[in-house]
């Protein structure tokens, strides 16, 4: 299907700048409806007919984060507000972040003269390249706001949905899921195939889909649409800068890591050689310290004491 690009040249669907490029384009529309559905898991009546893309600002309050932040926001036919946000790096308080950002979201269609019977449903979808919830296996969890003992519903104008890839890509390993009978899987696979922070292609996920692909023929266009954007020398330069923008976020963020547990270690370093000077035994100091006995004994033979 793809004739003129390799694999591995194909843009990282997971960086929000080919996300947004691919899923936030009027000519791919009934594709972004289609990959919305899936989320939503709507069907037949309740599906979503159209879109219309809205450039409201989702972000935050400062500048320096919506400069950071490039988020798809929808509007469909009823009237409800979707906003996609694609998270590469874990940038921790995720949760809080969903909530504070679609507070803005919701606020921000308030208009003088408005009731508050008028402000219609935000749908907030988090997509991440990671790991989030150690509860449940599950790479696909939703959520609402219930009442604690009957669990009844109190509202459908919030909704929150967070995609785990590193779970779906899991799933895929294990062969528990199923592309051609789940159609979520079948999109969210799709982000799958090229992992740019590993330099991994999925060459087994993109056969399967190929696959699929010549009967499904919005598969097929969205197959198409990515191999003209990762095609096209402005994206690419406008999506490489982007992916060295984000890896050199995640880099600062490790790197402001390793220093935090490198100032931890010569802390406890420091405490040992203090406790080591005071004639503590090595079980106190390895206790107190919270190094191995193995590291303590080192220190105590520097310090020949």
Known sequence: MLKRIPLERLMDLKIDYAFKQLFGSEKNKEVTVVFLNAILQRT?????????????????????????????????????????EIQFTDKYDMVKRSVYYWSGMYRSQLQRKMGYRELRPVIAINLLNFNMFDQTEQFHTTYHLYEDKEKFKLTDLMEFHFIEMPKLIQAWKEEKLNPWDDVLARWLLLLGIVDQRNGKVYDDIFKELEEIAMNDETLRDAFQSWETLSGTPDEILAYQARLKLVLDE??????????????RQEEREETAKILLLDGFEIKQVVRISRLTEEQVLKIKEELNV
């Open 44 to 84: 037949g009546r309740d599906g979503i007919k159209d879109i219309s893309f809205s450039n409201v600002e989702a972000g935050g309050e400062h500048e320096e984060d919506k400069q950071s932040r490039l988020d798809l926001l929808v509007v469909t036919n009823a009237n409800e507000w979707i906003n996609v």
């Open 250 to 263: 995640e880099a600062a963020v490790r790197e402001a890591e390793l220093r935090e547990q490198d100032a």
